[in-house]
């Protein structure tokens, strides 16, 4: 049997809810970054929300999650909070790292949070270990490593592909296939531009998803999950999605048509499930109004968070480069 | 009793695979073949293919498994076949293993040991002979050890996997057939901390590894000539042990670096410098360096052997600085 997620009207509310926190909370962003608020990289993920709420709503808290420098939306689905989080990208001292990483390397040791890692491909063999831990263990967690399609060119993908594979290990590789790598389009790129045929080629179950949907990649997650506790060993999913904003907030998107992007916009994974969850009945427009309020208010909260935060003193520049102890 | 450098190794990661259940190892033919170096011969058989794993020729994912696997609480050994080889790996050393620690503010630390065969000397040519040790020794967030006796290839390798910190550990191959006594009960030798190996009060010879060796022969000649050299055992890269190379400069007043390493950039320019900023007016000399020739390691034995410090140039680099040929005494 394939498990299914139970599309209840509190289960609505929630992917829903989810994936409004992560837009709201990035637009937010945005507009931080041009009050020079938030500094250094800025990389959004608006329109592949989707993929982090129906991928996190599969997890239970024993997994463990692998990220890029695309990842708020990742943290803030696996539930980070997001006062600390928004800390983090100003860089303050109450931020989830205490501001040293900033946007790109959000960490969260209660999540079982791995960090956002700034080095394309670099997290993969990371979860090949974190997955290796806990087969040496027996425990039950799974290691999630999400990763952009960029990645696949890397020999670090090829690498922990096999090596998962070999060792039988649960990790459940996600790749949110946007299309582009910065400014390369993947025909420009990939020799084979279906990525999921690269998994198969490590004896590795892998489907293609439709990541603007978000109930079909927790069905695909869901399902993922239950063949790797099961023992099949490592699975792998391509998410079919696409970034509506810039790559950075450097980026002026020369590479691409504005016609290609509005006409991804029309399947916005926000708009098209609430459509879908008011003409079935299972939401009220009221209830949308309620959850995108209640996101904004926990958006505004963060900021004022941020805001009040201290910077770390600079007497600890040093610190936690070499540890004293593991912690506990 | 009487064992060698690679026994002694080999011995250090038996005790840590009984002593510790969160320990075990990985790296490319640790198991089935015994090791590249013959160091793991036998624990496949020990201990099995759980905790003795044979790994496919990818450097970057299995280090980068070892750090996940650090980070998720166990005590993993990484054997690297050799530093050459190790730069397959320099991601995720440098920009995983290093940084995470201090970039998610101390909530993760990476309790990891990366082995690896390092230097020049068995005419296996430029690719296969590089002393890069010193260049690792550049990153904070790392620590470097270079063990070049049994007692420290057996202890620092326990020290070493309690260390909450990545370490690296590099022995200089023609160490692994080197013999000497090693008491049953060796313990562990803390990371940090230079050794004087010869006492001296004319010059200090201070070098690591395989160019130890080649030290204290070279200060046993200088001897014959009644030059007595201090020979100090660095030991450990990263840290540096200021102190005891400043104490030893304090008493003799000359140092000599030798480094299997190159010249430019290297750990010898490191040590210089510090010896300039902190040991400056007991300096009766300037500082001198015997470096690697600054070439891609040949192949041929009386090339190879030119590349790097040997008995006869230590010995003369110390006997120049002590007593210089261009002037009189
Ligand atoms: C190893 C490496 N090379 C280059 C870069 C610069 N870079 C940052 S993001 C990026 C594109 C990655 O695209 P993809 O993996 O598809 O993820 P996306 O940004 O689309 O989410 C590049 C080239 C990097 N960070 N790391």
Known sequence: MTAKPHLDREHARHLLGQMLRIRLFEERCAELYTQQKIRGFLHLYVGEEANAVGIACALSAADSIVSTYREHGHALARGIAMGPLMAEMYGKANGTSAGRGGSMHVFDRATRFYGGNAIVGGGLPLAVGLGLAEKLRGGAGVAVCLFGEGAVAEGEFHESLNL?????????????????AMGSAIERTESETAIFRKAESYRVEAHQVDGMDVVAVEVAALGALERIRGGAGPQFLECMTYRFRAHSMFDAQLYRDRAEVERWKERDPIRRFGDW????????????????????????????????????????????????AVPA | MTTTYREAIKQAIRDALNRDERVFLMGEDVGRYGGCYAVTKGLLEEFGEARIRDTPLSESAFVGAGIGAAMAGLRPIVEIMTVNFSLLALDQIVNNAATIPHMSGGQFAVPLVIRMATGAGRQLAAQHSHSLEGWYAHIPGLKIVAPATLEDARGMLWSALEDPNPVLIFEQVNLYNMEAELAADAGAVPLCGAAVRRAGRDLSLVTYGASLHKSLVAAQLLATEGIEAEVIDLRSLRPLDDATIMASLARTRRILVVDEGWRSGGISAEICARVAEQGFYDLDAPPARLCGVEVPIPYPKHLEDAAIPQVETIHAAALELVRPSGRST
């Open chain 1, 277 to 324: 969850a008011t003409a079935s009945g299972l939401l009220h427009v009221a209830d949308i109004e309620a959850l995108r309020e209640a996101a904004s208010a926990e958006v505004d909260a963060a900021v004022a968070f941020a805001e009040a935060g201290a910077w770390e003193p600079v007497e600890d520049l040093c610190r936690h480069t070499l540890m004293d």
């Open chain 1, 164 to 180: 998962a594979a070999l060792w039988k290990l649960p990790v459940l590789f996600v790749c949110e296939n946007n299309l582009y």
